[in-house]
């Protein structure tokens, strides 16, 4: 997605989720604990990936997408396809998007990545306009002297 920003990576707090539960400090409870909300959001609207699970290593993660922001209104929370997003993206100003991975065979779930996505990432900006005009030696102290 062209437009997506602010990118969060949770790779490392997962590195250190897993490492805890080999060390024995947690149990597989603690992190095998997935609502049946989340996994209904991972059966319809989740994308599944190519990863084993780390706990089971039998089942293949699924990727779920929910989506936060002003303009959403009621749906903000809701879970969405993949597909779904870059539509959004085109309609709405500025939405949050977070990714969490599920095991459906042992409910591992984790917080994958956080990111932005809308419309006021696309290039052709304020800022690019001002830009533009700069560019073209068309500044706002010349247009100011040409209406005079």
């Known amino acids: ?40 959001a991972a059966r319809f609207h989740g994308e599944p990936t190519d990863q084993r699970c780390p706990i089971c290593r039998s089942e293949n993660l699924i990727h779920v997408h929910y989506i936060y922001g002003d303009e959403l209104k009621q749906s903000a929370g809701q879970a969405r396809t993949r597909a779904e997003l870059p539509v959004l993206a085109m309609t709405l100003r ?13 409910d591992w779930n ?33 247009r100011r002297e040409a209406q005079r």
């Open 1 to 40: 997605m062209r437009t997506q920003r602010q990118v969060v990576d949770y790779s490392l707090q997962k590195r250190a989720v897993l490492r805890e539960l080999l060390a024995g400090r947690i149990g597989a409870y603690d992190v095998c604990d997935a609502s049946p909300y989340l996994k209904n």
């Open 110 to 142: 984790h917080l994958v990545e956080q990111f932005l996505l809308g419309r006021d990432g696309l290039a052709g900006g304020t800022e690019d306009a001002a830009e533009q005009e700069t560019a073209s030696g068309s500044t706002p102290r010349r």
């Open 94 to 106: 500025e939405f949050q998007v977070f990714v969490v991975e599920v095991c459906p065979g042992c």
